[in-house]
């Protein structure tokens, strides 16, 4: 669910338009100070939604409200359609003129570069979409049937000849050890998978990721492509590095050990180094794009839709304690603790007062636990209740 979606179930967006209070405006305020890669967004919602609706502003019921706010943010999607549409016309017009001239000055090799990182940007984006439907923890291999992987924790290992075992059981072989076959593997919410690559790499993968990899590493790099996030421990290997892609960055590495936030639902893409080094570049980089460093013990934050980034030197356990079932915070606000649990235990949470997500928190959850024993110790650190209301559905209040 995206931002606007977001806002759309929020009771106190259409208190802000349709009768805004000293109070509510403050919220507001507040919100968008603690979330400011998210404020010029709301805003120019904001804008939109007063704009197609100041002939309504009375007598509507809630439920009205929020089916009017999905048919002016289907305008949107449409206006962003053709917006990205124009946008793919001119890059692919500013990469002509630049292999022009490149053709021109004798130098057809950068033009080669180009068009196969197109060509390669295009397959890798195949497989991406049936995986979306799936619903269950999914392994799918090139020309084969899925196969079903256990429910909560599951566990994949290649060998370098291309095998698979799962959970340590099921074994897999490969029909031609000198092919190399595309896998996806799917990781719905409430699921979580270790996963140790053909070259020995190992990825933790987190609920509600995709992870698209060959079978065997057979070229000069070590391409996957991730949704979602996971934590890498990557082995080294000087003359093959190794290239994360997601829809929004590329993450390079040698050999290193950093985690990669990367849901399509969220505005901020964030990659975290815990060890050695990473080179990090935008996936459709502008001629002038330069890639970028990070230390160990430093986050780089994406925005998006600004395309900007920001550096900072951060705790590394608050961002990879995941992979051992525990989620560590210090002053965050309850929202984004909430969100990570809804994805982590594939549940919905309904805030009884919004105001409420704003709460800063410090903690350590450890969710390997079950649900109710989490949301017992979550109550203790809020002194708010999260009570059910059905198998998917808590409230807090």
């Known amino acids: 669910m995206n931002l606007y979606y977001h806002l759309i179930e929020n009771p ?12 509510i405006n403050l919220y507001w305020e507040k919100f968008m100070e603690l979330n400011p890669e998210d404020a010029e967004l709301i805003l120019d919602f904001k804008s939109k939604f007063e704009k ?32 990205n549409r124009f946008r793919l016309i001119r890059l692919g017009m500013r990469y002509a003129a630049v292999a022009i001239i490149f053709l021109i000055i004798g130098t057809g090799i950068s033009y080669l570069l180009m068009v196969k990182k197109q060509a390669n940007d295009f397959v890798q984006n195949l497989p991406v979409a049936p995986s979306f439907n799936i619903q269950e923890p999914t392994l799918i291999i090139e020309n084969q049937p899925e196969i079903a992987l256990k429910q909560g924790e599951s566990e994949l290992e290649y060998s370098a000849q291309g095998k698979i075992k799962i959970d340590n059981d099921l074994v897999i072989e490969n029909d031609n050890e000198n ?31 995709r992870l698209i990899y060959p ?17 890498f421990q990557v082995e080294k290997d000087k003359n093959r590095p190794f290239i994360v892609k997601t829809p929004d960055i590329e993450v390079k590495v040698l050999g290193t050990k ?33 890639s970028i460093q990070l ?50 235990f594939n549940i919905r949470f309904i805030y009884d007062d919004p ?41 807090i209040k």
């Open 12 to 23: 106190l967006f259409f208190k802000w338009i349709y009768h805004p209070t000293e109070e």
């Open 52 to 83: 197609h609706l100041q002939y309504k502003t009375d007598g509507l019921s809630e439920l009205e409200k929020k089916i009017l706010a999905r048919e002016i943010l289907q305008r949107i999607e449409l206006e962003n359609k053709k917006k």
């Open 179 to 209: 092919s190399s076959k595309l896998n996806t593997l799917v990781i719905p919410y409430g699921n979580r998978s270790t996963i140790t690559l053909a070259d020995g790499t190992k990825v933790w993968l987190n609920a509600g990721s």
């Open 215 to 231: 079978s065997r590493f057979v070229d000069k790099k070590r391409e996957i492509f991730l949704v979602g996030e996971a934590f």
């Open 258 to 290: 950093f985690n990669l936030s990367a849901y399509p639902e969220d505005n901020i893409v964030q990659t975290v180094l815990t060890e050695g080094s990473v080179e990090i570049k935008y996936a459709h980089p502008g001629i002038f794009d330069r």
């Open 295 to 344: 230390k160990p013990g430093q986050l780089a934050s994406v925005n998006k839709q600004k395309q900007s980034t920001n550096i900072y030197n951060v705790d590394v356990n608050y961002y990879t304690s995941w992979t051992e079932g525990f989620f560590s915070f210090s002053n965050t606000d309850l929202s984004r603790v909430v969100k990570r649990l809804e994805r982590y």
């Open 355 to 395: 105001l409420n997500g704003s709460i800063k928190i410090s903690g350590k959850l450890d969710v390997s636990k079950n649900k109710e024993e989490v949301f017992e110790y979550m109550t203790k650190l809020t002194e708010l209740n999260f009570s059910k209301i059905n198998e998917r559905t808590y409230i």
